[in-house]
Each structure stands twice: as C-alpha cells, then as structure tokens.
C-alpha cells in the first residue's frame, strides 16, 4: 500500500509494539504529529520540555524492557533530547528517538532550526539514521527497534527531514533484519566456561559482582541459582540493585564510593570476583590499580569492549548472562563456604553503615526508611544523582528487578521527574515514588504539568536540604567548607507549587510527620508531592573519595550510629 512518511513511522511503530510516545511538536516533525488521529492506537503524552521526553522514555524502558519511545522537532528540539539520550547510553537503556529536520534541499544551508542531529548524537547513541528516502523508513524503523533492544541495549535516533514524512511510496514491512555488521555473541565460549568453574571450585573466598546486565538479560535465576548452590555472597552495583533481592541471607549490598563499607571490604578480601554485567565503573573500583589486587577475576558481559576495558580479568567471558549462566550452573558443583560467610559477618559487626541515629530531627535515611516499610518494598523507586540518590540505594529494601530506577553513569540531575513519569506510564499497576533533591527537581519541574494533564499518579517526596546536597559534602570535605554556589537561599514553596500545578502538596518539618505524609500521598488519586525539609548539612557514609581506595574509607563516627 502507498503511504506517506508520516504514516509509514506511525505503521511501523504500530507493528513494533509501541503503545506510548513522549514529544513536543515543532515544525519540522509537524507532518508526523498531523498523522496521529488516524492512529488512535498510539497514546502520545505531550511533555513540557523535550528533555523530559527523552527521561520519561527512558525510565519507560527500564521499567519494562521494550525501547522507549521520544520524538522531538529540529534544531532545538532535537538537542534538548540530549541529554536523555547520552543518559540512556551510558546506562543500556533501549530507546528509539525520532526527529523532524528540515527538508532535503535546506541541509547544509543553515536553515531555520537546523542541526546536524546525527553528528551530534554519534558519540551518544548505541546507532543513528538520517533516512533522505521514504521508502527506506520502514527498514530504518525496524533496524532501529532491533538494535536498540538487542545486545547490549541503548538508544537509537532516527532523524527524518520533513518532506520525507509528506512524501509518499510503497510501504513494505521487513519482516527480519539484514545487518551483517551486527551480531551480538549470545553463548559463552565453551573453553572459558570450564575455565570459570575451575577458578570457582578452587576459590575460597568468592564473591558475585551482581550489574545491571541481569536485568537487562532476565538472569534472576540464574544468578540465584548460582548464588545458592555455590553459597556466593552477592554484592550489588548501584544499577544492579534488585537483581538479586537486598533481603536474601547471601545479599551483601552495594560497594563503591557511598556503598556498604563491609561490601567493599569483602571484595578487597576476596580470592574471586565473578562480575557478571557490570563495567567496573569508576564508582565501584576508586583506583584501579589498586582494586581487588588479591582475587582472579572472572568477568561475562555481551559486550566485549568492557572486558579489560578498566580491570585486567582472567578469564573474560562474552555472552548473554542468562546463557552463559545456565551453562555455567550446568556445570559448576555444589559448595559452602561457611568461614567466608561468618568473615562477612565479622565485617557487618565491625562496620555497620546502614544503621541509622537516633536522633529527633528528620533526616533523609529516616524518610527512606519509613518509605519502605510503607510500600513493603514493592513500590518502583525512581531518583535523580546525589545524596537523596544514595540514601535510596542504602535504606529501601528492594526485592524486586527494574524497582531502583536511577541514572547511574552519567549522573544526570533532573532525572527524577519525568523518569518517574516513563516509569509509571510502563508500570501504571506499581506504586511509583520518586525521591527528588530539591535541586535535581527543580530542573525539570515542569513535568508536574504532564503528570496532571495526564493523571499520571507519581508520588514524590523532596528530600530539601536546600542545598546541592552532594556538591556541598564534596566542599565540607575536600575544600575546608567553602560553600560556593551550593546553597539555595530562595527555593519555592513546593506545596504551593504542587497545588499550583493540580496536585497535592505535604509539608512535612518533623519526624513524627513522616509516616502519615507517605500514608496520605499515597491514598491521593494522583500524583502527589511531599517536601521534606530535612537537616541541611547531612552526610552520606561511607565514602570513598574519588580515585582513592577502601584503605581511604571515611566512615560516619561510631557514636552516632544505632541500629534501625
């Protein structure tokens, strides 16, 4: 049949599976977005700012798995998707983005909102298409879906000039892809799984570094399964959290800069470190040559340019996690390892860093605390980057996958308002609590209108310390409390800006608040806001400083820490 490139994406779309859009018009993609009434099955939710289009998709994807979906105009539009998308890069997210440019013959002329989007996203995008041809939509559409949900994931942009979308020709569907250049190792090399259950049956002190390749590849089981039958402490990454549940006995936590102080002690002790996922991020290993230097390593990632890409391993495996894993456990034997288990035991005693003090003013791990309790720890928790991010990570209890939505490697700051909103448009069955910075929301705030228009039913709650909380304890420590350009001295009123926008606002100035502020938010229909006001110079502990080791771990003082 003969369409025009406008109904050519929406078709393809359509036969991807795509339900739900996250855009803002303009006039280049204006073509794409007069085609939508014919295709009522696309649900397309107009967002204030296309940077919150591109988050809102990318917490869409996260917490379902299937790409993401954002579309933006040119010039400007296109790069207000930015940093969504080098957000989702960093992170394997499957998103698919499409873009209006302007027409064919005005490339290069430096029209009106021109920008050469594909040079731009290059650097961020797993893949990127200009399609000059609309015929070739439907290839480039079905290639894009299938590169970005496969292998390792990641977003993949497709920049259409706008009479390519009024044009018309045939539309024919491929049914497969055609793409030589591109095949992901999906099963393990037979000789290195032998290999890696050689080093586990002679380990003695073995420890799983559990990454967010497991949810990414389903492997739950698997990695339990492996966890259990070799009796594997497991430590978590900070994308990692929730693929194996923080409440089982052979769970040690999270490692790293703000992780558990004995997680990070434990691999410093340990002869073993199955990495499964996971990139040996900056965060995790401080300095590297100075990272676990008395354990082999073994290391199963789909994407071969991360092994030995920052740690030497012995033995790399390359595959998908769930594949290799079931041959892996095929063959590996049954083992405890008991005096490792008490050792780690030993190291919770002796540093506790999840503990909590006793004290009446409110502070933000308190306010974690009493919100997983108050969702049993079934709720999707969504973050932006800094000191609210690791109070989230330390103090909620997470039991299951895709329920700690953050960003993790590029650290994106206003991350958690319209994250939030992808992650409950995916998910609209899960309650779904964002846990803000009162910087970090405030860069994208805007989404409060979204989340009304739509009723889109969001609970935040604010942890406002008025201050760029992380930024500050990065100056109190390292620069003699030289407090420059961190402090907020005029936040807004933020229940009057939730009423202001629809929606309910809590103010909450006393611990004895806490409970009955998440209570009520979450008995609202709709989103809801709660504004902490919590201690302004609160503390993260532990902390690794930058480039230093677990030697350097800067502990909160002993008499301040009391069991929860």
Same mark, same amino acid.
């Given at each position: 049949?003969?369409?025009?490139?406008?109904?050519?994406?929406?078709?393809?779309?359509?036969?991807?599976?795509?339900?739900?859009?996250?855009?803002?018009?303009?006039?280049?993609?204006?073509?794409?977005?007069?085609?939508?009434?014919?295709?009522?099955?696309?649900?397309?939710?107009?967002?204030?700012?296309?940077?919150?289009?591109?988050?809102?998709?990318?917490?869409?994807?996260?917490?379902?798995?299937?790409?993401?979906?954002?579309?933006?105009?040119?010039?400007?539009?296109?790069?207000?998707?930015?940093?969504?998308?080098?957000?989702?890069?960093?992170?394997?997210?499957?998103?698919?983005?499409?873009?209006?440019?302007?027409?064919?013959?005005?490339?290069?002329?430096?029209?009106?909102?021109?920008?050469?989007?594909?040079?731009?996203?290059?650097?961020?995008?797993?893949?990127?298409?200009?399609?000059?041809?609309?015929?070739?939509?439907?290839?480039?559409?079905?290639?894009?879906?299938?590169?970005?949900?496969?292998?390792?994931?990641?977003?993949?942009?497709?920049?259409?000039?706008?009479?390519?979308?009024?044009?018309?020709?045939?539309?024919?569907?491929?049914?497969?892809?055609?793409?030589?250049?591109?095949?992901?190792?999906?099963?393990?090399?037979?000789?290195?799984?032998?290999?890696?259950?050689?080093?586990?049956?002679?380990?003695?002190?073995?420890?799983?570094?559990?990454?967010?390749?497991?949810?990414?590849?389903?492997?739950?089981?698997?990695?339990?399964?492996?966890?259990?039958?070799?009796?594997?402490?497991?430590?978590?990454?900070?994308?990692?959290?929730?693929?194996?549940?923080?409440?089982?006995?052979?769970?040690?936590?999270?490692?790293?800069?703000?992780?558990?102080?004995?997680?990070?002690?434990?691999?410093?002790?340990?002869?073993?470190?199955?990495?499964?996922?996971?990139?040996?991020?900056?965060?995790?290993?401080?300095?590297?040559?100075?990272?676990?230097?008395?354990?082999?390593?073994?290391?199963?990632?789909?994407?071969?340019?991360?092994?030995?890409?920052?740690?030497?391993?012995?033995?790399?495996?390359?595959?998908?996690?769930?594949?290799?894993?079931?041959?892996?456990?095929?063959?590996?034997?049954?083992?405890?390892?008991?005096?490792?288990?008490?050792?780690?035991?030993?190291?919770?005693?002796? &540093? !506790?860093?999840? =503990? %909590?003090?006793?004290?009446?003013?409110?502070?933000?791990? @308190?306010? /974690?605390?009493?919100?997983?309790? $108050?969702?049993?720890?079934?709720?999707?928790?969504?973050?932006?980057?800094?000191?609210?991010?690791?109070?989230?990570?330390?103090?909620?209890?997470?039991? &299951? !996958?895709?329920? =700690? %939505?953050?960003?993790?490697?590029?650290?994106?700051?206003? @991350?958690? /308002?319209?994250?939030?909103?992808? $992650?409950?448009?995916?998910?609209?069955?899960?309650?779904?609590?964002?846990?803000?910075?009162?910087?970090?929301?405030?860069?994208?705030?805007?989404?409060?209108?979204?989340?009304?228009?739509?009723?889109?039913?969001?609970?935040?709650?604010?942890?406002?310390?008025?201050?760029?909380?992380?930024?500050?304890?990065?100056?109190?420590?390292?620069?003699?409390?030289?407090?420059?350009?961190?402090?907020?001295?005029?936040?807004?009123?933020?229940?009057?800006?939730?009423?202001?926008?629809?929606?309910?606002?809590?103010?909450?100035?006393?611990?004895?608040?806490?409970?009955?502020?998440?209570?009520?938010?979450?008995?609202?229909?709709?989103?809801?806001?709660?504004?902490?006001?919590?201690?302004?110079?609160?503390?993260?502990?532990?902390?690794?400083?930058?480039?230093?080791?677990?030697?350097?771990?800067?502990?909160?003082?002993?008499?301040?820490?009391?069991?929860?």
């Amino acid at each position: 049949m003969r369409l025009n490139g406008s109904q050519m994406v929406c078709e393809s779309l359509l036969r991807e599976g795509v339900e739900v859009i996250f855009g803002l018009p303009g006039g280049a993609i204006l073509p794409l977005y007069q085609t939508l009434p014919e295709y009522p099955q696309l649900r397309h939710i107009l967002v204030r700012h296309e940077q919150g289009a591109a988050h809102a998709a990318d917490g869409y994807g996260r917490v379902t798995g299937k790409p993401g979906v954002a579309w933006a105009t040119s010039g400007p539009g296109a790069t207000n998707l930015v940093t969504g998308i080098a957000t989702a890069q960093m992170d394997s997210v499957p998103m698919v983005i499409i873009t209006g440019q302007v027409s064919r013959a005005s490339i290069g002329s430096d029209a009106f909102q021109e920008t050469d989007t594909t040079g731009i996203t290059l650097p961020i995008t797993k893949h990127n298409y200009l399609v000059m041809n609309t015929v070739d939509i439907p290839r480039a559409i079905k290639e894009a879906f299938h590169i970005a949900s496969t292998g390792r994931p990641g977003p993949v942009l497709v920049d259409i000039p706008k009479d390519v979308f009024t044009e018309e020709a045939e539309f024919e569907y491929p049914d497969e892809v055609d793409l030589p250049g591109y095949n992901p190792t999906l099963e393990g090399h037979p000789a290195q799984v032998k290999r890696a259950v050689r080093l586990i049956a002679q380990a003695r002190r073995p420890v799983i570094l559990a990454g967010h390749g497991i949810i990414i590849s389903q492997a739950y089981d698997e990695v339990r399964e492996l966890a259990e039958k070799v009796q594997i402490p497991v430590i978590t990454t900070l994308l990692g959290i929730g693929s194996f549940p923080d409440d089982h006995l052979l769970c040690v936590g999270m490692p790293g800069m703000h992780g558990m102080a004995y997680a990070s002690l434990a691999i410093e002790e340990a002869d073993l470190l199955i990495a499964l996922g996971m990139r040996f991020d900056d965060r995790i290993t401080g300095k590297t040559s100075e990272f676990a230097v008395n354990s082999k390593k073994i290391h199963i990632e789909i994407d071969p340019s991360e092994i030995g890409k920052n740690v030497h391993v012995d033995v790399p495996i390359v595959g998908d996690l769930k594949l290799v894993l079931r041959e892996l456990n095929r063959r590996v034997k049954p083992k405890t390892h008991v005096e490792w288990i008490q050792r780690i035991d030993e190291l919770k005693q002796g &540093h !506790p860093s999840m =503990l %909590i003090r006793d004290t009446d003013k409110l502070i933000p791990q @308190y306010i /974690v605390q009493q919100l997983a309790e $108050a969702t049993n720890g079934d709720a999707i928790v969504v973050t932006g980057v800094g000191q609210h991010q690791m109070w989230a990570a330390q103090h909620y209890t997470y039991r &299951h !996958p895709r329920s =700690l %939505i953050t960003s993790g490697g590029s650290g994106a700051m206003g @991350y958690e /308002v319209p994250g939030a909103m992808g $992650a409950q448009v995916g998910r609209p069955d899960k309650v779904v609590w964002s846990v803000a910075g009162d910087g970090g929301f405030q860069m994208t705030m805007a989404e409060l209108a979204t989340l009304v228009e739509n009723n889109i039913p969001v609970k935040f709650a604010i942890i406002n310390n008025s201050f760029l909380g992380m930024v500050r304890q990065w100056q109190e420590f390292f620069y003699q409390k030289s407090y420059v350009a961190t402090g907020y001295t005029h936040n807004p009123d933020f229940v009057k800006l939730a009423e202001a926008f629809g929606m309910l606002g809590i103010r909450v100035t006393d611990k004895a608040q806490v409970r009955s502020a998440i209570t009520r938010a979450m008995d609202y229909d709709g989103p809801a806001l709660v504004d902490f006001v919590v201690e302004e110079e609160e503390n993260v502990y532990p902390m690794i400083p930058a480039g230093q080791t677990v030697h350097d771990l800067i502990e909160e003082p002993l008499p301040e820490r009391v069991r929860r």
